[in-house]
């Protein structure tokens, strides 16, 4: 009889006793007994999970990735995807995952995923991936009135970080309030897109 693991015929010299029986081998002129790797547990090897074989074999987990290298079948194949598939939709795994997903995004959670982003800029692919997803999308007034409000909030906590590095000072508030956008950023020494974002968020809309 011919073993897919051992690439060799075999000997015969006896039958398993695990749920399923299964003929037991030997290379000639060797000692070394185990299962013969061919016909349905060759297949089984192929498309069902290790637990599954183990179980149904009466095999040990070595023996089963010996058997899946030789076969070279992967990590995971189809048994073993329907294997954790189902286990992920056991009632207790679904309530552990209902609680991880909770606590991930609970105050303490979101608090320290704040902290850890807060001041930081985002990575180029990341900015411009949102650029090319708002490039033509079309905000309404409602929306704009509250992204103001928001700015203006987070402005008044303190907590608004500017990407240059430079807050603005009571000074240039005052120059950007009194003068036209160009003598603002001329004055203050920063750029025209600069000053009409600081407008925006200190509410002006005039000039």
Request: charged residues 30%; positive net charge.
């Amino acid at each position: 009889m011919s073993c897919e693991s051992r690439d060799c015929d075999v000997i015969v010299v006896g039958y398993s006793d695990g749920p399923i029986p299964w003929p037991v081998g030997r290379r000639r002129g060797s000692g070394s007994r185990s299962l013969v790797l061919f016909g349905d547990l060759a297949r089984a090897v192929r498309l069902e999970s290790a637990l599954a074989i183990g179980h149904w074999w009466g095999v040990g987990r070595s023996a089963v990735a010996r058997w899946r290298k030789a076969l070279s079948v992967e990590l995971a194949n189809p048994g073993t995807h329907r294997l954790r598939s189902a286990y992920a939709h056991e009632p207790w795994a679904v309530r552990a995952l209902r609680k991880a997903v909770q606590k991930a995004r609970g105050p303490e959670a979101r608090r320290k995923m704040g902290d850890a982003r807060r001041g930081k800029p985002l990575p180029p692919h990341v900015s411009e991936a949102v650029a090319r997803a708002n490039r033509r999308r079309r905000v309404t007034a409602a929306t704009r009135a509250r992204i103001s409000e928001t700015r203006r909030a987070i402005v008044a906590r303190g907590e608004y970080h500017y990407p240059n590095g430079r807050a603005w000072t009571a000074r240039e508030d005052k120059l950007v309030r009194t003068l036209a956008a160009a003598d603002a950023a001329r004055r203050t020494g920063r750029t025209l897109a600069s000053v009409y974002s600081r407008r925006q968020v200190l509410g002006i809309t005039c000039n």
